[in-house]
Structure formats: structure tokens, C-alpha cells
């Protein structure tokens, strides 16, 4: 039975989540190539392409990292598909550079880059907020604050961008992300290939005399979109009175909640953008000349705010404009209870008593944990065993970070992705202190060979840990170039590793497995010794993608056979998950014991025995 998401006939509703109504609307459009590196929250939309694939008439892979999947994508549009190409928010920054020149160049077949933005770095490094970068390449910009609108923004952008021959926006958050909704479906068309490519070598090579020709075409075709936005039916006036409200994306639904309830109903007139670059400014305009004062409701920075303040100046429209302040700020996600204080504030009303709700003090917290028997825990042991607070850890992005807390302790900094190997290797050129730089294998492939590179090149000093675990283990298990199986089936190209290091000059490489503590230390040790960059390849697959994928079972658990004080330093030591203390005794959980045994290897009175049946 074909999935829901791939029904044919329009009409029916479901269920979805953001992200999967973003699927369904790109089929709605007629996608014909998609591409994309995971990343949350994004990465439900390419896995579920990935998984509607065999059923499906369009082409999609997991890239490398977000630069190539934009050129992939960038050249399948250039063949005339309809094209998706999806990257969570500091994706953009890896791709930033083919975006620039695919604004001038133009996207005839139609191509939507799904930017997923994460207010409140709920699994970011940052919450940069990407419509600037909307402004800055020159992208119209779809932002839906329902499921649905995630359905039908994602079909409208791609219309829109085949219309003008354009790269589109879709920019999503968080919540938009991971809500679930009713969606209406319209019917799947199947994948609709554009124009041929033809060839155009003065509009689709950016020498210097073709960009500065195409700079102008983008500005033109800026000002059409900008009256497309003034029609669009994603920017729509509701309500009536002299105090007016903007808002924006998702800030938009919290509006509406305040807005319908008993204080609030009937006092305001609201302007909702859901097209948000190029405004509509005319409207906008129209709109602060009826009200006496309006509120911006956005989430992020006050991109809106500013644009309206300078459109006011221009248009010399007197209004007094609120936005960003005390209630709203620049920081994280909204909620309806700060939108609420700002909606109260605006009509110069007391903010009503809501307690029904409210949990008192803050919720208990969960610090970042690595999962009972995941091999980085048996490696960052050792290295600490080696090394103890002597090195600078140098760490990547991945669930590896989640060593960051003692008795770990193996994350002193992290730039961005990739960053581990050449940023550790400038901090040990300035500071002539040793340093051990982490980096998985899905992040080496992303953009950790560049850095590898340079550090052999200028003869950096450095000790670089590649935690192979064989997958993409933070964002859900997603194949890289490394590992044995691709989307398509076997991986008759697998890319070694071992075999890149070495042929980007390093020659002291040793590869190892984390869960054999000897081997392990011995290598370190021999490693630590030696000048320049050398590399300790830790190869284990992740511990769940070993047992949910490649169903691997470990028979044996440990168990607690004598309460030492050598049991005791193990469990603040190595600190595993499926330790316990209870009533002054260490147990371990056999249900949580993945069956690695290293804690055997560390500790002599922890034994081994059979798993119960």
C-alpha cells in the first residue's frame, strides 16, 4: 500500500508534521530532484523523500554537505527540474557561496532551498536568523506558521520560482517544523521537468561582464516578486480598529491565539505576512495609514520592524511603531504568554492572571548524555587517561559533543562544523599546547578534509580522533560516503578513510577499535609522541545503528560481582549510563547494557554473564 503522502486524489486530510506537509507539497509541485544534508529540524523532510522514493518519480541523495547539495540541486534546476534542496539554518552559511551566484544566474527549472531555523538553539550552535540571508542573495521568502501552509507555501514557492526562473526561500522554524496539523491535499501531479537547458554561456557563467549584467536582471525580476507579494494570499488584513499588529511566521498563530481571547477580541487589526521578502509595501503601507500605532511580532531578529520604520521615514507616514523590547525579544522561540504581554502592553491594559498553566520554578533539566555502550565514551577514557587536563579538546558537531560534561570533559571548543581539525590546529601553532581534535565521519566527509589538509600543509601539531561509528548518528542514521550501503542499495565506491588521510600527507595513522581499551591507549601513547598531524581512526559503528540496522546482538552484560572502590571509580569515572548507585551499591542495568564490555577492560571486579532471555 503506497504511503498517504503519495496519494494521488486531492481533497482528503491528514495529519501530518510540518515537515512532512512540506513534502507533500513539494509532490503537489511536481519535484522532480531533491538533495540535502540532514540536519535538525530539517531532516524528517529528506528522510521522508528517502523513504517515498521507491514509489516515487523523482531522483534524491543525501550530499555531502549543504554546498554540494545546493550545486546538485543548482545543476539539476539548471536541467530544467523542479528542484528541493533542504539544510537546517547554519547549512545556509556552508552553502552560502553557490547561493550568491544561483540568485544572479537564475534556477529555470524551479528550485526551493528549505532554510529550518531553530530559535533557541533547541540542537544548534546558534539561532541566526536566515531571512537576512534571504535579503542578502536577493530570495523571495515563504514563512508558513501552520501545517498546512507548510503544504501550500512549499507548492506556492516552487510556482513562484519557476514562474521567475528564481531560487526561492522556504523558511521554516522549530515549531513549524515538528507541529502536526490538518492538511488539505491538492492532487499529485507527478515530477514536472521545465524548460531544456540551453545553452547560455552569457547568463550562466558569472565571469565579471556576465555578473555585472545579471545584478540588474535579479533587481528587476525583485521588484516583479514584490508585486507578486502585494497580491499574495499569504499576506491578508483581519480585524479592524486604530491599533494594528505585523507579525510574521510562526509568531503569527500566537497572535491569532491572543487575538480571539475575551480581553483581546475585536481591539486589533492584523497584518499577517506569510510571503516575507520582498514585502509588501505598498499594503504595508496602506495598513500603517489606517492604524495609530502597530505592534511587530517576529520571532528572531526585527527585520520586519526595521523595514517598516524606514518605510514609514519614506513614506512619511507618522505611527508610532513597537516591536522588539521587554516582552519580545531577540532570543529564542516566542510564547503566547509573551505575546500576550505585548499585545496587553500595546492596548495599555493589565495583563490578566493565568496560572492554570504556569509551572512553578524552572523543570528539572537533562544534561547532554552519550548513550550506554557508544564507543566515543570508551574513547574519550582513554585519551583522558592519556592526556587528563594537559590537552585542549578540540571538538565538531555531532553527538560526540555530548562528551562536553566531566568526567568526559572533552570539549573545550567548537566553531562549526568541521572546524575541529584546523581550528585546533591554530590554537596549538599560538598556544604550543598539545591538542586533540574530535571529528566524526560523517563531518570529516562534510568539510573536515579541507582543514586536514591545510593543518599537514603548514605541519600543524595535532593529534585528530576520526570517530568512525559508520553512519550519520545524530540526525537519524543517514548514510555518508564512508559506509558499506548508500540509498541505492550496496556501496560499490565506499570511500576509505584511512586511505584519504594518508593521501592527504598524514603518515602516522592508526586505526582502532574504541572498545579495546589496550589497543586504544597503545595508540594514543605512540601517537602523542610524534610531531606534526597524526590520526587515530576510532572505528565502531554507533551503538544503536549496530543494533536497529545492522541487528547485531550482543549475548553478554556486565554485572557488579564485588562492591570495590575500583567499581566506584568506574562509575564516576567512565560515568556509563547503565551504572546506578543504590543504597551505597554500583549495579548495572542489564536492559540498558548494551554488551560492550569495556567497563570489564577497566575494572577487574566487573564480570560478564548471559543476557536474561
Do not use: W
Request: charged share 20%.
Amino acid at each position: 500500500m503506497a504511503h498517504p503522502l503519495l496519494t494521488k486524489e486531492g481533497g482528503d486530510k491528514h495529519l501530518l508534521l510540518g515537515n512532512e506537509a512540506i513534502v507533500r507539497g513539494a509532490l503537489e509541485a511536481g519535484v522532480a530532484f531533491v538533495s540535502c544534508y540532514p540536519g535538525t529540524p530539517s531532516s524528517e523532510v529528506p528522510d521522508m523523500f528517502y523513504r517515498l522514493m521507491p514509489d516515487s518519480d523523482y531522483y534524491f541523495e543525501y550530499s555531502s554537505n549543504e554546498k554540494v547539495a545546493l550545486e546538485v540541486g543548482g545543476g539539476a534546476a539548471l536541467a530544467g527540474a523542479p528542484t528541493l534542496v533542504t539544510m537546517k539554518h547554519v547549512g545556509v552559511n556552508v552553502a552560502a557561496d553557490p547561493l550568491m551566484t544561483l540568485a544572479y544566474i537564475g534556477t529555470p527549472g524551479g528550485l526551493v532551498l528549505l532554510s529550518a531555523d531553530d530559535p533557541g538553539c533547541h540542537s544548534s550552535q546558534n539561532e541566526q536568523d536566515n531571512r537576512y540571508y534571504a535579503r542578502l542573495a536577493g530570495l523571495p521568502v515563504f514563512e508558513p506558521c501552520t501545517a498546512q501552509e507548510a503544504k501550500d507555501m512549499t507548492r506556492d514557492a516552487f510556482a513562484l520560482s519557476r514562474e521567475f526562473g528564481q531560487p526561492v526561500m522556504l523558511r521554516t522554524t522549530t515549531r513549524v517544523a515538528h507541529v502536526r496539523g490538518p492538511v488539505q491535499f491538492s492532487e499529485l501531479p507527478g515530477a514536472k521537468f521545465g524548460p531544456a537547458f540551453e545553452k547560455a554561456p552569457l547568463r550562466f557563467v558569472p565571469i565579471p561582464v556576465v555578473a555585472r549584467m545579471r545584478h540588474p536582471e535579479l533587481l528587476k525580476k525583485l521588484d516583479a516578486m514584490q508585486e507578486a507579494s502585494e497580491k499574495s494570499p499569504y499576506n491578508t488584513v483581519k480585524g479592524r480598529g486604530k491599533i494594528g499588529i505585523i507579525a510574521s511566521g510562526m509568531a503569527r498563530a500566537y497572535v491569532a491565539d491572543v487575538a480571539d481571547e475575551k480581553g483581546c477580541k475585536g481591539e486589533f487589526k492584523v497584518l499577517n505576512l506569510g510571503m516575507t521578502f520582498p514585502l509588501p509595501e505598498k499594503k504595508i503601507a496602506r495598513f500603517l495609514k489606517s492604524v495609530d500605532t502597530v505592534l511587530v511580532v517576529e520571532e528572531g531578529e526585527p527585520i520586519v520592524e526595521q523595514a517598516l520604520r524606514a518605510l514609514a521615514q519614506e513614506k512619511g507616514i507618522d505611527i508610532k511603531i513597537t516591536g522588539k523590547g521587554k516582552d519580545l525579544t531577540r532570543l529564542g522561540e516566542f510564547s503566547t504568554a509573551e505575546v500576550r504581554a505585548a499585545m496587553y502592553r500595546v492596548l495599555g491594559k493589565r495583563l490578566p492572571k493565568t496560572g492554570s498553566c504556569v509551572v512553578e520554578g524552572p523543570l528539572p533539566m537533562r544534561p547532554p548524555n552519550l548513550c550506554a555502550g557508544c564507543s566515543h565514551r570508551s574513547l574519550y577514557y582513554a585519551v583522558r587517561k592519556a592526556y587528563g587536563d594537559e590537552a585542549v579538546y578540540s571538538s565538531d558537531i555531532g553527538c560526540y559533543t555530548l562528551g562536553i560534561l566531566p568526567p568526559l570533559s572533552c570539549a573545550d571548543f567548537l566553531l562549526c562544523m568541521g572546524s575541529s581539525v584546523s581550528a585546533g590546529g591554530g590554537f596549538a601553532k599560538a598556544s604550543g599546547k598539545p591538542v586533540v581534535a574530535f571529528i566524526g565521519d560523517s563531518t570529516f566527509f562534510h568539510s573536515g578534509l579541507t582543514g586536514l589538509v591545510s593543518g599537514v600543509f603548514n605541519n600543524h601539531d595535532i593529534l585528530l580522533v576520526i570517530l568512525d561509528n559508520r553512519t550519520t548518528a545524530m540526525t537519524g542514521h543517514q548514510p555518508n560516503p564512508g559506509v558499506s550501503t548508500t540509498i541505492h542499495g550496496d556501496n560499490p565506491c565506499q570511500v576509505d578513510i584511512e586511505a584519504i588521510v594518508r593521501g592527504c600527507g598524514v603518515c602516522n595513522v592508526v586505526k582502532a577499535s574504541p572498545y579495546n581499551y589496550k589497543a586504544t591507549a597503545k595508540a594514543i601513547e605512540e601517537l602523542r609522541a610524534l610531531p606534526g598531524v597524526k590520526v587515530l581512526i576510532a572505528e565502531e559503528p554507533c551503538v544503536l545503528f549496530a543494533k536497529r540496522t545492522l541487528r547485531q546482538h550482543k549475548p553478554m552484560v556486565a554485572y557488579v560481582a564485588e562492591q570495590t572502590e575500583a567499581v566506584r571509580d568506574c562509575l564516576a569515572n567512565l560515568a556509563c549510563p547503565a551504572f546506578y548507585s543504590e543504597q551505597g551499591r554500583v549495579e548495572i542495568n542489564e536492559h540498558q547494557c548494551t554488551g560492550c564490555m569495556f567497563c570489564m577492560q577497566v575494572c577487574k571486579d566487573i564480570k560478564a554473564r548471559k543476557r536474561s532471555a
